[in-house]
């Protein structure tokens, strides 16, 4: 029922920022479990950051401290603003909605973003 489409994505230097969007159509963001996961060439596909409905946060702890996940229930869309970037965080990110927050990788799917780290 819910489409997401990431945007934000782009190349940046070591050491900057960057706020990648998932904005939400066909359902509610504040109906569902949110969360962000990225893939890298050759690696598989890693948690980085996840909200539920009750708006409980976890991040992975490859991010934690630099990565800030926010929904916006009057825009229907969810951020994920990135500090301090490294290039380990090069990837495609993904957006990823589901009606429990432990079952996100079964859930609804964005096309992704793709970020690139330089250094």
């Known amino acids: 029922q819910v489409q997401l489409v990431e945007s934000g994505g782009g190349l940046v230097q070591a050491g900057g920022s960057l706020r990648l969007t998932c904005a939400a159509s066909?359902?509610?963001?504040?109906?569902?479990?949110m969360g962000w996961f990225r893939q890298a060439p050759g690696k598989e596909r890693e948690f980085v950051a996840a909200i539920n409905r009750s708006g409980i946060k976890d991040y992975a702890d490859a991010v934690k401290g630099r990565v800030t996940l926010s929904r916006d229930n009057a825009a229907n869309t969810v951020y994920l603003q990135m500090n301090s970037l490294k290039s380990d965080d090069t990837a495609v990110y993904y957006c990823?909605?589901?009606?429990?927050?432990?079952?996100?990788?079964?859930?609804?799917w964005g096309q992704g973003t793709q970020v690139t780290v330089s250094s």
């Open positions: 066909g359902g509610t963001v504040s109906s569902y479990a």
């Open positions: 990823a909605a589901s009606r429990n927050r432990l079952y996100l990788n079964s859930g609804y």
